[in-house]
């Protein structure tokens, strides 16, 4: 059974980074996406980044987030991590890991994600 903890949200400063990490355990495999997430209040559930291994990492951005987030994974440490920088206040939210069922490519898709983490809380102050 999958298992995904987040860490690493706090209240920060518009202007400042976060980097946040997910821990994994009992999986997933390295071909497996894993992805980021967030949701603010009354929104739905946003897609950010995604990460998987073909050889080499292969990452996927969000339009919305491209330049400013940088996802990463060591996954002999069974970690992932999702760089923040330049936060801004339309940033606060939930964040949360996932990992995907193997071999989907719809890497941008909740609905492809079949384990998640509880989620951490990003709050930007302006």
């Known amino acids: 059974q999958v298992q995904l903890v987040e860490s690493g949200g706090g209240l920060v400063q518009a202007g400042e980074s976060l980097r946040l990490s997910c821990e994994t355990s009992?999986?997933?495999?390295?071909?497996?996406?894993m992805g980021w997430f967030r949701q603010a209040p009354g929104k739905d559930r946003e897609f950010l980044a995604a990460?998987?291994?073909?050889?080499?990492?292969?990452?996927h951005h969000a339009e919305s987030v491209k330049g400013r987030f940088a996802v990463s994974r060591d996954y002999a440490k069974n970690m992932v991590y999702l760089q923040m920088n330049s936060l801004k206040p339309e940033d606060t939210a939930v964040y949360y890991c996932?990992?995907?069922?193997?071999?989907?490519?719809?890497?941008?898709?909740?609905?492809?994600?079949?384990?998640w983490g509880q989620g951490t809380q990003v709050t930007v102050a302006s």
């Open positions: 996932a990992a995907a069922r193997p071999y989907t490519n719809r890497y941008n898709s909740a609905g492809a994600y079949d384990y």
């Open positions: 990460i998987t291994w073909l050889g080499a990492y292969i990452t």
């Open positions: 009992g999986g997933p495999t390295s071909r497996q996406f």
